[in-house]
């Protein structure tokens, strides 16, 4: 089985808990402004990798992932454009004892008989689901991203009716995905789900500006700076505040 590729790091720090082997999959259907990543946007390119050449690449970086309570990421990107791949890679996983984490904006989420089906074996094989809510506003969701966030939101609703342990995620920008109602209407689907175990608030950056440069694009949010630490903070507070958090491991 073969997948199509952007890039591998082999010792992420911040796509999931511990050390994580973090694969970037090649493909998207979402056009987010502040994306940096948009040179994994064009779906069919990239890298071509089979399960076992991967599989031979993290086995040799193991006794750091385990030692640390950590995995394999598969980000984006958007991972659920290539599910029977992930599902290959994720059973080798398995017989390895190796923690598996999707980062998941959940844009190609369909009800299709077909989609459904192969969604839910892998799932059997996955630990956690980072998901990425860009915008609750379906209007500035479509503003923001190209498209709407309905069955996005449906999605999230699919994994907590599942119990399919996920982090939240909302990347935080400035006068877009900061106001204070959205926020609160946020916070409020966020306290819907029942199977939330962490909710992170991602600041803006301008780390991929050079990707649109370069790619030929025309960055759109120049002009915005990345959030203060008062604003992130705020932006927990509303997020969490219907949130109720499970209980720590022992």
């Not at 449906?154 to 909302?170: C, D, M, Q, T, Y």
């Not at 962490?198 to 500006?209: F, R, T």
Request: net charge negative; glycine share 8%; hydrophobic share 40%.
């Amino acid at each position: 089985m073969n997948g199509n590729i952007h890039s591998i790091e082999t010792l992420g720090t911040v796509d999931g808990p511990g050390i994580r082997y973090i694969i970037f999959t090649q493909g998207c259907l979402l056009r987010c402004q502040f994306c940096h990543n948009a040179d994994t946007w064009e779906i069919g390119t990239g890298k071509v990798m089979t399960v076992s050449e991967i599989m031979d690449d993290l086995i040799s970086y193991l006794p750091f992932i385990q030692a640390s309570g950590g995995g394999i990421t598969v980000s984006g990107g958007e991972p659920l454009l290539q599910i029977p791949f992930l599902l290959e890679l994720f059973k080798e996983c398995k017989k390895k004892g190796i923690h598996t984490t999707i980062d998941s904006s959940g844009g190609c989420f369909s009800h299709s008989k077909l989609f459904i089906e192969q969604l839910e074996t892998l799932l059997q094989y996955t630990d956690l689901i980072l998901l990425d809510l860009k915008h609750i506003n379906r209007k500035k969701h479509i503003q923001l991203t190209g498209m709407a966030n309905d069955h996005i939101l449906e999605f999230a609703k699919f994994l907590s009716a599942r119990n399919v342990s996920v982090w939240i995620r909302h990347v935080l920008v400035p006068t877009i995905t900061d106001d204070e109602e959205d926020l609160k209407m946020l916070g409020e689907f966020i306290g819907t789900l029942e199977n939330v175990k962490k909710i992170e608030i991602l600041p803006y950056h301008k780390l991929g500006v050079y990707k649109w440069e370069a790619l030929g694009h025309e960055y759109p949010l120049h002009h915005v700076e990345p959030p203060s630490e008062k604003k992130v903070q705020f932006a927990n507070e509303m997020l969490t505040a219907h949130w109720v958090m499970p209980p720590l491991a022992n």
